[in-house]
């Protein structure tokens, strides 16, 4: 009865540690869950995986965004800017995770490239419509009023201003066919972040919002995703951002892949590290519980707690004799 006991006891004791560290991250980072495994190699830089770069199987915390503002690559790399030379997983700017077109789909984890915001906007026409301009029936204005025509945006961080169309040559986001990613006279459909992925072969010189690389997405220049729908993927409100990225637990999230039968994302040399780190990992655990077993048996109060136990037991077996 007593090892019936002891087992709950341990299990009790196990999922008690499991969730005060789970509602110690939530807590960490406003976010539930706090943690998400990542399963493509969308954000990869080469073939093989990196401490400090998101790969796949990688566990990543994520952090509330309402905690912090994003930062984009562009305000990352604009020379005099606020946030000049500020870096995440490997790269200028901030990592989002959001949900494509807010609807209930996989969520995405990419770079956020740039935010475009309404710099002049007209009033929405009495049928809804916009005789100028872009119509966006969620944004908010000034005067609290809901829905505006734009007419001209910003880039936000950085020197373009009060443009009908946004384009940029950022050179320094590498990818193998053109050298540089570009963005070609996008018309933003509404407020909101362009994303990609890091991965200069799959994802360097496409934006995950199909129209912002200046193609009609058919034939060879079919870039961009799609959400559950079938829809094109469009700039992402923040009120689709799920979470920013934060720090990261690397190789650990492979198990998970391996399970979903999604595990041929993972690269060999992932596999390599998770078998080294567990086999550090536990090869710790016995080694500190050896030294601390020596270090208790060492010290003179262990000895006292020996005789004292002997002693009862010996004092327990006489009164049993009698």
């Known amino acids: 009865m007593s090892s019936s006991y002891g087992w709950i006891r341990e299990i009790l004791l196990a999922a008690g ?9 939530v807590l960490m980072t ?37 905690k912090r503002e994003v930062v984009t690559y562009a305000e990352a790399v604009e020379s005099e800017g606020q946030y000049h030379e500020y870096s995440t997983h490997g ?32 009033s929405v026409d009495n049928d809804g419509t916009c005789i100028e301009g872009e119509l966006d029936e969620l944004f908010l204005a000034s005067d609290g009023s809901i829905g505006a025509c734009i007419l001209t945006w910003d880039v936000k961080g950085t020197s373009i201003l009060n443009v009908t169309s946004i384009s940029m040559n950022l050179t320094g986001y590498s990818c193998q066919p ?4 570009m963005i070609q006279d996008w018309i933003p459909e509404h407020e909101g972040f362009l994303t990609s992925g890091d991965n200069p072969r799959t994802n360097g010189c ?23 729908f079938g829809n094109p993927v469009t700039a992402v409100r923040p009120q689709w ?49 050896k030294a601390m077993t020596k270090i208790i048996a060492s010290s003179p109060e262990f000895d006292t707690s020996i005789n004292q136990s002997i002693n009862y037991r010996n004092e327990e077996s006489e009164e049993e004799q009698e």
């Open 178 to 181: 053109h050298g540089y990613l």
């Open 91 to 122: 790269m200028p700017g901030d990592v989002i995770i959001y949900k494509k077109n807010g609807g209930n789909d996989t969520p995405v984890i990419h770079r956020a490239i740039l935010f475009a915001s309404a710099n002049e906007t007209t």
């Open 17 to 25: 540690m499991i969730f005060v560290l789970y509602g110690s991250l």
């Open 30 to 66: 406003g976010s539930s869950p706090p943690m998400v495994v990542v399963e493509s190699q969308s954000m990869m830089i080469d073939e093989e995986s990196h401490v400090g770069i998101i790969d796949p199987g990688d566990i990543i915390l994520v952090t509330e965004p309402e």
């Open 241 to 289: 951002v799920s979470g920013l990225a934060g720090p990261e637990v690397p190789w650990f999230g492979i198990v998970k892949l391996a399970a979903s039968n999604n595990s041929s994302q993972v690269t060999s040399d992932a596999w390599t590290s998770l078998i080294i780190a567990v086999v550090v990992l536990l090869s710790s655990v016995m080694i500190i519980e």
């Open 206 to 228: 496409t934006i995950d919002q199909l129209t912002a690389t200046g193609y009609s997405g058919s034939g060879p220049h079919y870039f961009g995703l799609r959400d559950e």
